[in-house]
């Protein structure tokens, strides 16, 4: 069965403590990964885009890599509004169905 | 400005009464799809539309239909709304082809009594 799991479920950092959250996938045939961010009360707000093994994308303290069995979220001298939700999704080739991981509730300190 | 809106935002209802929750893009975007968001389940995809008079079912279809007779629109029908459907419900679309740069809609919060 295809399915995408995240970790951890939830993560607390001091400001500037740099870590990385997990998505972890199985899926018959990958189209493309993606995160995302979703503050509370509102809708999932699109990252990035990755579609093969070993391609990365950034954008300011965030970084995204993709294996062939997962990603990881790198996050860099982190400041407290990134603290949200992050969502992982993988869409499948046959039929561009999407799944959702559970997401990650980080939470920066300041 | 590019948007996707969700008509009603938030809306309590009763077992049983037909409801209709609007969703339209302004984006002439080919791919639509509603979610709904349940906490320790995350977000499940329902519906989804490739482009007009083309849709297929998500994960959990079942209590609900879809129609997408214009671009533009992709209205979510629950015939006969049950409990278990109170749920956060979010609209999304996007260029054909991938649900790259996939923007959602502000959420409609259901509350089924």
């Known amino acids: 069965e295809d399915q995408v799991t995240q970790s951890p479920e939830a993560l607390r950092l001091q400001e500037g403590e740099s870590s990385s959250l997990n998505c972890s996938y199985t899926v018959s045939g990958l189209r493309g990964l993606f995160w995302y961010r979703q503050d509370p009360g509102k809708g999932p707000e699109f990252l990035f885009t990755l579609y093969s093994a070993g391609e990365e994308k950034e954008k300011e303290r965030l970084k995204a890599t993709l294996t062939k069995k997962e990603s990881f979220l790198h996050i860099t001298a982190p400041k407290p509004e990134d603290s949200a939700t992050y969502l992982c999704?993988?869409?499948?080739?046959?039929?561009?169905?999407?799944?959702f991981g559970k997401g990650t509730r980080l939470h920066i300190l300041p | 400005e590019a948007q996707v809106t969700q008509n009603p935002r938030y809306l309590i209802t009763v077992t049983g009464k037909k409801l209709t929750v609007t969703c339209s893009q302004n984006?002439?975007?080919?791919?639509m799809s509603w979610y709904r968001q349940d906490p320790g389940l995350g977000l499940r995809q329902i519906y989804y539309?490739?482009?007009?008079?083309?849709?297929d079912k998500g994960d959990v279809p079942e209590g609900y239909k879809v129609s997408r007779k214009e671009k533009r629109n992709f209205p979510l029908i629950l015939e006969s709304p049950s409990p278990n459907q109170t749920s956060l419900y979010f609209c999304?679309?996007?260029?054909?082809?991938?649900?790259?740069?996939?923007?959602f809609g502000p959420g409609t919060r259901l509350t089924v009594l």
């Open positions: 539309s490739m482009n007009v008079e083309v849709t």
């Open positions: 999704a993988v869409q499948r080739n046959r039929d561009d169905k999407i799944i």
């Open positions: 984006m002439n975007h080919e791919y």
């Open positions: 999304a679309s996007s260029l054909r082809g991938s649900p790259r740069f996939q923007f």
